[in-house]
């Protein structure tokens, strides 16, 4: 098969991968509504060649029933030389035949291996295994001396590097984690060079759980662990032949679906979801390539991939001083280009959880002073994206915090990502520009049931020369220790009223299951860890935050005075947690806003309209 110019998706089979192998246990009818650009190419193992072309048959015949969708079933794997298998191992994994042995027993099983923070390894290397003997949380020294040994503890009370480091700082030559049933892809975390010392590997429970009772019973245990390379799952192939590993599938989680009454995630309606993904993304590279080519878009580069981490929480940023297009005062469209990859190649290197992240503008008098926020995303969890978001409100943003054409913009994240990010002026021939974007204040801690008296109301004008007047505003619910998981689950409607007409923002998919998994063809990243197919509030994990925009024109008559409320109610009252045991209350709404007004292109720049809250 030709691969050149298309988007594949490869879903292969290795009987030595416990993920690969419970992929193939999903339904291929699954793939039915896939994007028509995408190829799915299913490579079948087996342990014979009779047996690989036995189910490469059965795959055809499950195909052939299959309206629309593009599947080709390969008669036999790449040969390792070929462009598909170089990239096949490019991508790889390597996981661990672990095998135990002691008197008058044994137990043999594939461990998963680490993302790249333990040390590589060829072949196979024989140890002896010793219990650390607790759970080398807080750096505590082992009961056992495991220098030049087989560190065997268990998962669970703090993270993985935890253990690691602390069995690394004593010698230990391996790290056998012994898994809780959680399920998990790899070990990961930030460990620095500390953890490159020590092989490591998952053990699964069961066979994990023999090897600890033969040693608590006091006999000598010996291992042997040998390197095994397995091909990808499932990999992502763009047009231009780049690849893509994706996240955990099956479903991780499928547990707490089943828990809620729910039907797990089929592992190939996963794996559609990759299609889906893959298409969304070259539509929008075809895009802006086409916008770029055509020199309908004015790119203004802000990051190159500067690494951006907090991990302080003390509001560190990186800094970008961006010079504007010398016409940028005329444009009517921008854009924000941003993407977050991971600082080592694969997506196992990624930080692991869906924090929020902001770019700010700084105060042209003290650029020292960044605090006005004009753009939020939310990461995902264990994995890279890229958003492109229109921002054309804050079109007067730039305007008014430019100084000889220049702005100082930063960017904000705890966890460490590289970071690329352009400004995109266009002018799509609209009649109107935004001249002025008025800060307001809402938002805040709900849950009380006196959100909405802290509201304050707001007092405009409407000048004449003020052809429309905007509401825009970034808006997303945090916190979820309550019976509803307000604010994060719950879908809190807000209502903007300016002389009794209400503008509404509401996201109904905040309340259900497969919310945030069902808006990956509009390019929330697929397949990451944790909870991200369940619906949130106004964002998904890997998603870029939209700016909600309400015209409040046909409200506004005259020059005013004109007040505009703004309140949030959850199912029509105003929320009150009812807490779960244990927990405190931390709903809050992140809120942004701004009234915008907008004049006739290419009049000059009128004087600021009275604002006041």
């Known amino acids: 098969m030709n691969l050149s110019g298309k988007n594949v998706v490869v879903v292969s089979k290795d009987a030595r991968a416990p993920e690969s192998a419970a992929i193939w246990q999903g339904d291929l009818r699954q793939l039915q509504g896939s994007p028509a650009d995408v190829t799915y190419l299913l490579l079948p193992g087996g342990a014979t060649d009779a047996e690989i072309q036995a189910r490469a048959q059965e795959l055809r015949t499950a195909a052939a029933g299959l309206s629309g969708v593009n599947v080709v079933v390969a008669s036999a794997p790449p040969g390792p030389d070929s462009a598909l298998g170089k990239v096949l191992d490019q991508w790889g994994t390597d996981l661990r035949d672990v095998k135990a042995t002691w008197n008058g027993g044994s137990v043999q099983a594939i461990a ?5 923070i333990g040390k590589s390894f060829q072949g196979s290397v024989q140890l002896d295994a010793v219990l650390y003997g607790n759970d080398a949380c807080g750096d505590k020294a082992p009961v056992n001396d495991i220098s030049g040994k087989a560190a065997v503890i268990l998962r669970g009370t703090c993270g993985f590097t935890d253990k690691v480091k602390a069995a690394t700082k004593r010698g230990a030559a391996a790290v056998l984690l012994v898994n809780n049933d959680s399920p998990i892809g790899v070990i990961r975390g930030d460990c620095n060079d500390t953890c490159k010392t020590a092989i490591l590997a998952m053990l699964p429970k069961a066979e994990g759980t023999q090897l600890v009772g033969a040693l608590q019973g006091g006999q000598a245990a010996r291992v042997t662990l040998t390197n095994l390379r397995v091909a990808p799952g499932v990999l992502r192939i763009s047009p231009d032949g780049s690849a893509t590993d994706t996240g955990p599938i099956p479903y991780v989680f499928n547990s707490l679906l089943e828990a809620d009454g729910e039907k797990p995630v089929d592992p190939f309606a996963s794996v559609r979801k990759e ?3 893959l298409s969304w993304e070259t539509a929008l590279k075809t895009r802006l390539q086409s916008e770029e080519k055509s020199g309908k878009v004015t790119v203004t580069p802000v990051f190159r991939g500067e690494v951006a981490k907090d991990p302080g929480w003390r509001k560190e940023m990186i800094y970008a001083d961006v010079t504007l297009p010398t016409n940028f005062a005329q444009f009517d469209t921008l854009e924000l280009d941003r993407a977050l990859t991971c600082t080592t190649d694969r997506k196992s290197g990624c930080p692991p959880w869906d924090y929020e992240t902001n770019l700010y503008i ?9 605090t006005q926020e004009i753009a939020r995303d939310i990461t995902p969890y264990w994995n890279s994206g890229r958003w492109v978001t229109d921002v054309s409100p804050l079109l007067a ?8 054409g220049k702005v100082r913009l930063a960017y904000w994240s705890v966890q460490p990502y590289k970071v690329t990010m352009n400004l995109r002026f266009q002018n799509r021939g609209n009649s109107l520009i935004p001249v002025w974007a008025v800060p307001l204040k809402f938002g805040g801690a709900m849950g009380d049931g006196a959100y909405n008296t802290r509201q304050a109301p707001v007092t405009f004008e409407q000048p004449a020369w003020a052809k429309k007047v905007e509401f825009s505003t970034l808006a997303t619910g945090h916190g979820f220790n309550d019976s509803k998981s307000c604010a994060e689950f719950c879908n809190t409607v807000h209502h903007v009223t300016v002389s009794g007409r209400d503008f509404i923002l509401s996201n109904p998919v905040a ?7 069902e808006q990956v063809k509009d390019g929330v990243v697929p397949n990451q860890a944790g909870t991200w197919v369940y619906g949130r509030n106004n964002w998904c994990p890997g ?17 005013g005075p004109h007040t505009l ?20 209350r931390d709903a809050s709404i992140h809120m942004t806003s701004w009234l915008v007004y907008y004049a006739e292109r290419g009049a000059a720049l009128p004087e600021k309209p009275s604002v006041k809250q």
Request: charge should be negative; aromatic fraction near 8%; glycine fraction near 12%.
């Open 112 to 116: 998963v291996g680490d993302s790249g």
């Open 275 to 277: 299609g889906e993904y």
């Open 362 to 370: 700084c105060d042209p008098l003290d650029l020292t002073k960044c």
């Open 397 to 404: 943003v730039l305007r008014e915090k430019a100084v000889n």
């Open 511 to 517: 309340e259900t299951v497969f919310g945030c998994f």
């Open 543 to 559: 998603q870029g935050v939209k700016l909600w925009n309400a015209d409040l024109s046909a409200a506004v008559t005259g020059v």
């Open 565 to 584: 409320t703004y309140k949030a109610l959850v199912d029509g009252v105003d929320h009150v947690s009812v807490l779960e045991a244990g927990a405190t």
